[in-house]
């Protein structure tokens, strides 16, 4: 059974880091790529950045509101993708779920809640 | 960047009825990569079809999608209680990935 797990979520002051991380298991965790998506409190879903899989050397990609400030990364070997934020502002507050794609199928964890505030 | 609208923004119908939520995107996607998910509040969101047409595990048959190129629909055949809630479609092939956002299923 596929199963993702977010940690890391807390309160953090403006300007702040923080670093969530993604426990996945039930599949092969080097043949995938991973997301992660966030939803700030009552809005939509919004894709933050993905890690793609060794065939695809590992690329990194974001969305414009995180590039330069987010860093994607992923163990291979302990099977966990990571979420580096920093200098962290209010509007990053959100649920962040990390998502694997298993052969066109996409599977979420079920979220680590980030709150930005002073 | 692909942008997906959804529509209508809120459906009000009652158990029963059948129901029909569009997404439209501004380029085409291909349906190998296109996804609709339900959220209740507090919840995750669920998936429920992938690749355009395919029923993820567990979902009632009374869902479906169809769609190619750049004009998707969620089909919910015969409205049941529990699915009165907001739904989302996803293009996860190109990046950036992109969501739409979001039809509110209501009851009438």
């Known amino acids: 059974e596929v199963q993702l797990v977010e940690s890391g979520g807390g309160l953090v002051q403006p300007g702040g880091s923080l670093r969530l991380s993604c426990a996945a298991s039930?599949?092969?965790?080097?043949?995938?790529?991973m997301d992660w998506v966030r939803q700030a409190p009552g809005k939509g879903l919004e894709w933050v950045g993905r890690?793609?899989?060794?065939?695809?050397?590992?690329?990194?990609e974001y969305a414009a509101s995180v590039k330069g400030r987010f860093t994607i990364s992923r163990d291979d070997s302990k099977k966990s993708l990571y979420l580096q934020m920093n200098s962290l502002k209010t509007e990053d507050t959100a649920v962040y779920y990390c998502?694997?794609?298993?052969?066109?199928?996409?599977?979420w964890g079920q979220g680590t809640l980030v709150t930005v505030s002073s | 960047e692909i942008v997906l609208t959804q529509s209508p923004g809120t459906l009000s119908l009652s158990p029963g009825e059948r129901a029909t939520l569009s997404c439209r995107a501004s380029?085409?996607?291909?349906?190998?990569?296109l996804a609709w998910y339900q959220q209740k509040p507090t919840q995750a969101p669920r998936l429920l079809i992938y690749?355009?047409?395919s029923r993820a595990t567990g979902i009632p048959d009374r869902f479906s999608g169809s769609g190619s190129g750049t004009d998707f629909t969620l089909t919910i055949s015969r409205l049941e209680p529990e699915d009165f809630a907001v739904y989302y479609c996803?293009?996860?092939?190109?990046?950036?990935?992109?969501f739409g956002q979001g039809t509110k299923l209501e009851i009438k």
């Open positions: 380029q085409s996607v291909s349906g190998s990569y």
């Open positions: 039930g599949f092969t965790f080097s043949d995938h790529y």
């Open positions: 998502a694997a794609f298993l052969v066109g199928t996409p599977y």
């Open positions: 690749g355009a047409s």
């Open positions: 996803q293009q996860y092939h190109i990046s950036p990935c992109s």
């Open positions: 890690s793609k899989n060794r065939d695809a050397s590992y690329t990194t």
